[in-house]
């Protein structure tokens, strides 16, 4: 019987220019490399096609920037994917690479959700994290998207970054607020290694600043709450019923496939990531070759242990049956106002959130 598949990701690996904190694999690409990928990509949907049995829900787009590709290129890969009829489909837009050709091929295709990669609203900010678009650009792109009819946007925000004030951060989550998203996602600035932000760090240049990281946090929580937008996960808050049924899905530790150049895919008990490598990628699905690298087996204790440590992330929490071996840690972590129990779930207080990773460690 071929595996069930409910939940799709296809990585486009292209960026008109890498920003200095990302570690994801992504690259230029020129015109001819990109037709040669998308072909590479609907012959791997082709072949997923036979292996498995999808039946999806929520397509997602991510990468690197797939709104840098074309109409005709995308229309190319909707193509493959046009018979599915999910009730969430994302892509993931960079502000400067949206045109109304694109938002047009887009909604043709069955988009019906854009995540924007906004990271800040300040121009200096914008100009460090080597982004190619400005604050203005960014309620412009909303408005073209609305123009089109998308009416689930997510905004994607960076706070705590290199010498970031207060103040800086407030003003930015203002002009997001006053963009109207459905969905906002704000994520402190993480320090990948190799990359140049890692290297400024690691060189004393900057320093990292937990009081600040908590102060911005916190005061996001506020400030997202009172505007209607409620944390479903530490970093991700939503409009009532416009919480991402796609990143749920991970979070809940369901299967999902991924296609393209280095992404990852969960079914069974296996997990296995495409081959990191754009040109090495096209090369054997032209031969017919096996993509996976990093084969891994995900044990039972394994998944058990994924579903907490995501679960504890989310507003709806785990399970209570999940960690019924740990009975003494739920104990102190409730005690400790860290936890609570909900019906029969362990959910984190919103002060366990803030050390939401070292509790999730201790059901380790
Ligand atoms: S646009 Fe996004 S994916 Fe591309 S380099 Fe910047 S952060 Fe990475």
């Known amino acids: ?31 001819g490399l990109q037709k040669r990928f ?86 200096d900010y914008l100009k460090l994290l080597g982004r190619q678009h400005t604050p203005e650009d960014i309620p412009e792109t909303i408005s073209l998207l609305r123009g089109a009819g998308f009416a689930n946007i997510n905004i994607d925000l960076m706070f705590s970054l290199p010498m970031m004030k207060d103040t800086t951060w407030d003003r930015t989550l203002a002009a997001a607020l006053a963009c109207h998203p459905q969905h906002l996602s704000a994520y402190a600035l993480s320090y990948e290694e190799d990359t140049p932000f890692f290297e400024r760090l690691q060189s004393g240049e900057w320093k990292t600043d937990e009081e600040r990281e908590i102060r911005m946090f916190n005061s996001t929580l506020d400030v997202l709450r009172e505007a209607g937008l409620d944390a479903y996960e530490i970093s991700n808050f939503a409009k009532h019923g ?29 997990r296995w990531k495409n081959i990191e490598d754009t040109e090495a990628y096209i090369c054997r699905v032209d031969r017919d070759e096996c993509l996976r690298t990093e084969i891994e087996i995900v044990t039972p204790e394994i998944r058990q242990r994924e579903r907490i440590m ?32 909900l019906g029969k779930r362990l959910v984190l207080t919103p002060r366990g959130r803030l050390v939401a990773d070292s509790i999730a460690e201790q059901f380790c």
């Not at 050709?101 to 043709?108: C, E, H, N, Q, V």
């Open 310 to 341: 995501f679960g504890l992330r989310t507003r709806e929490g785990v399970d209570l049956s999940l960690v019924t071996e740990h009975g003494n840690t739920v104990c102190r972590l409730i005690e400790e106002g860290l936890a609570q129990s």
């Open 242 to 270: 416009f919480e991402s049924v796609h990143n749920l899905a991970y979070w809940r530790g369901e299967d999902y496939l991924g296609v393209g150049p280095s992404a990852c895919s969960t079914i069974g008990t296996q």
């Open 38 to 123: 998308v072909a590479a990509l609907r012959k791997e949907l082709s072949v997923a096609r036979e292996k498995f049995d999808l039946q999806l829900e929520t397509i997602y787009f991510g990468g690197g920037t797939p709104s840098m590709l074309n109409a005709d290129l995308f229309l190319m890969i909707a193509e493959s994917l046009q018979d599915f009829k999910p009730g969430e489909f994302t892509l993931e837009a960079n502000p400067a690479t949206v045109t109304e050709a694109k938002t047009a091929a887009w909604k043709w295709a069955g988009v019906n959700r854009v995540s924007l990669g906004a990271q800040s609203f300040d121009p």
């Open 1 to 31: 019987m071929r595996p069930l598949i409910r939940h799709l990701y296809v990585h486009i690996p292209f960026c008109a220019k890498v920003c200095p904190y990302c570690a994801f694999y992504v690259h230029g690409g020129s015109a």
